[in-house]
């Protein structure tokens, strides 16, 4: 809670939730394309684990969505991220 006014509007956000709020963004535009993406770990060396599913799952411009999309974004919004990466 905040110290002047109980408020948790001045709460300092973590990382983690930094990058659950990026992937939540990027979601609905995935899934337009018949996509979607799943936060599944922020490592301790800030290397942020997802899995993409549905269409973007086989897709082969997924790599490029990944790094140049997602990853782009992602530490643009959260500088403290190093990569992105998929997991199976």
Known sequence: MCENCGCH?????????KVIEVINSIRPMLQNDGGDIDFIELTE????????????????????????????????????VKEVVAVK
């Not at 800030?46 to 897709?59: F, I, S």
Request: aromatic share 0%; glycine share 8%; with cysteine.
């Open 9 to 17: 509007q001045h709460e300092e956000k973590s990382i983690k939730d």
């Open 45 to 80: 060396d800030n290397v942020v684990k997802v899995k993409l599913q549905g269409a973007c799952r086989g897709c082969p411009g997924a790599a490029m969505t990944l790094k140049m999309g997602v990853e782009r974004l992602m530490k643009e919004r959260v500088p403290e």
